[in-house]
């Protein structure tokens, strides 16, 4: 079955720091990816998607992630960190279950804290 | 502007109680969604619907029902069936595409 995995539950950065969450998936043909962010309280906001192409894309807010098939990971990144990234992040693959519909896998979600 | 409403934000209801959370998109998605949400298990998908009047099961579907009477409507009924119901509840929508989810800002209900 597939699955996602994201091994850190919570991260603590200092702001203007660097940031790299990482993803693992288990799927078997090219996935769907994506990464969500969740403010407390709230629903989730897309923050970027890979379909296919270029292995690196770009997102809002400033955050980029890099698609690695042979690491089968998908890990979000941010070369500066501001204190209004604090959230809870969520990493998801795309399962097709009809043309043209997906449900998605989430991960447990990674929780980022800043430090001013 | 388009998006996907929730309501009520808060919910309470005592235990053996059936309640219904609300979910009304106007994006003119086809597909929409229900997930529960609790601390440390991430997202977890309990019904779908691709088209009018049709839904599907999810992963945790037990002691939950649907309907899809409009197609910017997906209500969901927790049923007095659904041994611990007290969670947070997101309701998205997607086109028919694998362009992502839209997310409505979900129902926090509390059975006690």
């Known amino acids: 079955a597939q699955s996602v995995t994201q091994p850190d539950i919570h991260i603590t950065v200092s702001e203007g720091a660097s940031l790299e969450l990482r993803c693992n998936y288990s799927?078997?043909?090219?996935?769907?990816l994506f990464w969500y962010v969740q403010s407390p309280g709230q629903g989730l906001q897309l923050l970027l998607k890979?379909?296919?192409?270029?292995?690196l894309v770009q997102g809002i807010k400033g955050f980029e992630a890099e698609f690695k098939r042979s690491q089968s990971s998908f890990n979000l990144r941010k070369p500066s960190v501001h204190w209004s990234d604090a959230a809870e992040y969520f990493c998801?693959?795309?399962?097709?279950?009809?043309?043209?519909?997906?449900?998605?896998?989430f991960g447990t979600g990674t929780r980022l804290k800043v430090l001013a | 502007d388009g998006g996907i409403t929730q309501s009520p934000k808060y919910l309470f209801r005592k235990e053996g109680q059936n309640v219904t959370l609300s979910c009304e998109q106007n994006l003119n998605h086809d597909a929409m969604y229900w997930y529960r949400q609790d601390p440390g298990q991430g997202l977890r998908l309990i019904y779908y619907?691709?088209?009018?009047?049709?839904?599907q099961k999810g992963d945790i579907a037990e002691g939950y029902s649907v309907s899809r009477e409009k197609k910017e409507s997906f209500p969901l009924t927790v049923t007095s069936a659904q041994k611990n119901p007290t969670a947070f509840y997101l309701c998205?929508?997607?086109?028919?595409?694998?362009?992502?989810?839209?997310f409505g800002s979900g129902t926090r209900l509390t059975v006690v």
């Open positions: 890979y379909f296919s192409g270029d292995t």
């Open positions: 998205a929508s997607s086109p028919s595409s694998a362009g992502g989810y839209t």
């Open positions: 799927y078997g043909a090219t996935p769907y």
């Open positions: 619907s691709q088209i009018v009047n049709d839904f």
């Open positions: 998801a693959v795309g399962e097709g279950i009809a043309s043209g519909t997906y449900k998605y896998i």
